[in-house]
């Protein structure tokens, strides 16, 4: 079986966006009632608007993706904690019914309802709900909710340490995933993603949060952002720090996938990052949508680039596939066994 | 000859931290005298503070560093456009010193007097004064002058056009390098560093600035920061976005060093990156100090990883290390010519 642990819900029918338009127009009227409302889509406009992603997964050979909320439309710094609340439970709604409608091919990782004034107000609740009733089996997790300024603590802050408690409690881990950039020096995809990824590595490398939380885990998506690249320095820097090896450091805590769009990146990840850490993931239909007139084959079509690496065994290739992915998100196995 | 292009000046006597604090201590009071002032050390101390420096080159084989002042202690954000015209300017006068009293091992590139509110205020004529005076060769340009909370304009907006004629004028390059972080999110040589030099080069893809200028040559450091990784991502992107290839794009304006402290982050680095479009650097004495356990040599020994490299030919090797130098700094030639 392959798992694609990093699928994002952008094909969503165009109510989910209309929606959204009323919810922040009706921001400019303080007297309006605030009230979750409704996205009024049939079932059938759901099954047409994943067939992009039942395609390609078809096409390029891979099982099932864990599925979540379109990532730069979270917006988490639009509204307050009442606009990210109503927001997210719609947005994560929609990704159980179709999760639902394809239990073999989506499983549910929700949006929270972060804010940048009360960063884990509602948070918690969401989870909760997501993982116990909807069957979800983590959550994206926002290291920088003003969407481009940066002023939420670091991840390892204290303040974050309730979430984590109900994230090891409920046994679910976090992709770190940041959302729209309104920071007009950061490209959102091409820029705050990857910015975000390095920056939460390094928040990792300098704190003691996995010391305080041995079970907690954390996916960091974009093949890691610049970590790997320069993993060098990240060891140079742990050692005249004096803070754990990086392989000890990420053992059980931090993983990257393998969203990383050439060969010779995917080669350099998997040669330089321990095969226990790394997770497929593809980000389809994600960031980058078209063909590589070098290869004549999609950018985001990472499979690819894993079946053209060398030096990997058999052994490797199922951890990196499946094996990790039920490790990190131990809840798949309960909706789909091995 | 074997050209360094990124080396600071982080081996300073403590006088000059002396004058930085009292500085900043100054601005306390702000019915304080604003003068320049003076850094009272001697030839012989600042001989001795290049020791380092010079034992690295003479170690490691390399033959000239082009060296400017300590990057994080730049600090653009304290203080105010006055403050950081006299901390530039000491902080320049002490590099046009080392590098009369070294002409063959050192040539300068200066520290820009930025501010956040006024990010260009003093700016030319301290570049002016730099190259026209003293001798230097470059400069290092900050992108975000507060210090980690990026409140200045992209670097493709036109308010930065004034300095960029005045490079062009005087023939002269730019590193893109941030100082220090105060902003707790961004750890400086872990994430900010790398951050920065990511988005500048998503900026530089999104617009046309050289279009704009078609002389105009930035060099991002560490190794590109997160690109050479992701250039697949970025290919993908700027395909979709309709924008030139990347080779293209940066033939003749975006350049990046060899700072990546690992064999494979290097090996990637000279397989996907065009060869005219490489530096070396090592960023020594930097932001990584120690020896490698893995192989018993320092991270930042950056020639050994290109020694190390496949596939390089002779041509390539004199250009990666002299000649790409002396294009992309013509004023070089005139202090050591070919």
Chains 1, 2 share one sequence.
Not at 236 to 245: E, I, N, S, T
């Amino acid at each position: 079986m392959i798992i694609d642990c990093h699928g994002h819900y952008t094909t969503a029918p165009k109510q989910l966006q209309t929606y959204r338009d009323a919810q922040i127009a009706e921001l400019a009227n303080p007297a309006a009632k605030r009230t979750k409302g409704t996205v009024d889509v049939s079932d059938d406009a759901l099954r047409a608007s994943v067939q992009p992603q039942l395609n390609f997964q078809s096409d390029r050979g891979t099982d099932v993706t864990i599925f979540s909320p379109r990532a730069s439309a979270m917006a988490h710094h639009i509204g307050d904690a009442t606009t990210s609340l109503h927001w997210s439970q719609q947005c994560n709604d929609l990704i159980y019914r179709v999760c639902n409608l394809f239990p073999q091919k989506f499983i549910g990782v929700c949006q929270l309802p972060q804010t940048p004034s009360a960063p884990l107000a509602n948070c918690i609740e969401e989870l909760e709900r997501c993982v116990n009733e909807l069957g979800f089996i983590g959550c994206n997790l926002n290291p920088d909710p003003s969407g481009g300024n940066w002023t939420a603590p670091p991840l390892t802050d204290r303040s974050w340490y309730p979430f984590y408690e109900k994230m090891v409690e409920l046994d679910v881990p976090a992709m770190v995933h940041v959302s729209a950039s309104c920071n007009p020096n950061f490209h959102a995809t091409g820029a705050h993603y990857l910015n975000a990824d390095t920056t939460a590595f390094m928040q990792f490398l300098t704190a003691d949060l996995f010391k305080d939380f041995p079970t907690l885990r954390f996916i960091i998506p974009h093949g890691g952002g610049a970590v790997p690249y320069h993993w060098g320095r990240y060891r140079g820097l742990a050692q005249d720090m004096k803070r754990p090896l990086l392989t000890d450091l990420i053992r059980n805590n931090v993983f990257f996938d393998t969203c990383v769009y050439h060969q010779a990146g995917i080669d350099l990840l998997l040669k330089i990052v321990p095969i226990d850490n790394i997770l497929f993931g593809s980000e389809m239909v994600g960031a980058v949508r078209g063909i590589d007139p070098e290869t004549g084959h999609y950018f985001d079509d990472t499979k690819r680039y894993i079946d053209g690496a060398t030096g990997l065994s058999d052994a490797d290739r199922r951890k990196l596939f499946e094996g990790n992915a039920r490790k990190v998100y131990p809840r798949f196995n309960k909706r789909i066994p091995e």
